[in-house]
């Protein structure tokens, strides 16, 4: 995993704004992150472990992803997490935030999809949220690339 870092924070608030905080936080790429979290998924990543098949598997917590995996301690605290940018503000403080994270128009969550123990749905929702949000980070850099390439300081020789 990565090193940890003090470094600026992009939170990305519900209407897609961006605000900058400075914090401690996570220094791996989250779009590095989704990239592989999706893999994972689509790989049946969370369906249940054939060593320990009575114990169920959660979306998120249970990969990488997380910045406690395998963790039984949770050393750091959500807030340091990726995920987070993703939580709505009324989620911050709960226990597990990144299971409040609102994946789709009907704002439903892990949370509730872990809850209706449809794990086919899960994954479909998961991975449409997380195919979704790799597109905005990729338009998003691409456009801040072109940004700084049509500079006029960047077309000096």
């Known amino acids: 995993m990565g090193e940890w870092s003090s470094g600026l924070l992009l939170r990305m608030q519900s209407q897609g704004e961006m605000e900058d905080d400075t914090m401690a936080k ?3 790429d989250i779009l590095e992150l ?3 979290e999706l893999a994972f998924v689509e790989q049946g990543g969370y369906g249940r ?5 009575w114990l169920p598997k959660s979306a998120f917590q249970d990969y990488l992803t997380c910045i406690n995996y395998a963790d039984p301690n949770r050393t750091y605290p959500c807030n340091e997490c990726h995920l987070i940018d993703f939580v709505g503000n009324e989620h911050l403080s709960d226990d597990v935030p990144c299971h409040s994270i609102a994946l789709n128009e009907a704002g439903e969550t892990i949370a509730d999809l872990e809850a209706e123990g449809d794990q086919a ?3 479909a929702t998961l991975k449409q949220w997380m195919g979704s949000k ?3 980070i990729e338009d998003r850099r ?3 690339d072109q940004k700084l390439n049509e500079s006029p300081t960047a077309q000096r020789d």
């Open 34 to 36: 989704l990239k592989e």
């Open 121 to 123: 749905k899960l994954e």
């Open 142 to 144: 691409a456009a801040s």
């Open 134 to 136: 790799i597109k905005q």
């Open 49 to 53: 472990s054939v060593r320990t098949p």
């Open 26 to 28: 996570d220094d791996r």
